[in-house]
């Protein structure tokens, strides 16, 4: 399991020509299982994304494809965890042990 967080390098006038494009990104990802939960930091500098990657090597290939990459909006910094406790919802993503 990762925790991805996002620091805007550009400007939000910037984040938001390549915004619509980020969340396509995203839906893609949700629907392949890959993301669990995302969303944006307050004050507004940059975002956060739990991802379910079997690897380091795979997270990196999907972020690659993030406009946000692509565009050099942000830059990404990634935590690698082991869950070992889990609200009820989220007990399907604890490692096993």
Known sequence: MFIVILTYKKSLQEVEQH??????FLDKHYALGK????????????????ANAASRAELD???KEDPFA??????????????????KNFSAFKALE
């Open 19 to 24: 915004l619509t494009e980020h969340n396509a």
């Open 35 to 50: 993301f669990v939960v995302s969303g944006r930091k307050e004050p507004r500098t940059g975002g956060v994304i739990m």
């Open 61 to 63: 290939t999907i972020l």
């Open 70 to 87: 692509l565009h050099d909006i942000a830059e990404y910094d990634i935590v690698e965890f082991m869950p070992t406790k889990a609200a």
